[in-house]
């Protein structure tokens, strides 16, 4: 049983910054692939990125960066020059196993609203 709890969402201005922070509490978190993933209203959920256990990720947008710390069982989303667009729910899911595919996520948090004005 993995608990998540994501922090850091907010209301910012286009071409701010903001850093979301995933809380796990969990026995071996440094065994655990690592997502975040993103739902805008009236989309489907997208991939923002992923880290795996040894701190290799995939980020498709070089304005984010995923990063993690093991010792304190902490998943980080840096969003930099943030548009409109990225307003949505994002959300950290923890699995076994590495995967751009949030299908392979078993472990999910509540999400926190990303809501950036122009």
């Known amino acids: 049983q993995v608990l998540l709890v994501e922090s850091g969402g907010g209301l910012v201005q286009a071409g701010g910054s903001l850093r979301l922070s995933c809380a796990a509490t969990?026995?071996?978190?440094?065994?655990?692939?690592m997502g975040w993933f993103r739902q805008a209203p009236g989309k489907e959920r997208e991939l923002v990125g992923v880290?795996?256990?040894?701190g290799g990720t995939y980020v498709p947008d070089s304005r984010f960066t995923v990063s993690r710390d093991d010792a304190k069982n902490a998943v980080y989303l840096q969003m930099n020059s943030l548009k409109p667009e990225d307003t949505a729910v994002y959300y950290c899911a923890a699995g076994p196993v590495l995967s751009r595919s949030d299908r392979q996520y078993t472990s999910w948090g509540q999400g926190t609203q990303v809501t950036v004005s122009s």
């Open positions: 880290i795996s256990t040894s």
């Open positions: 969990v026995r071996a978190f440094s065994n655990l692939a």
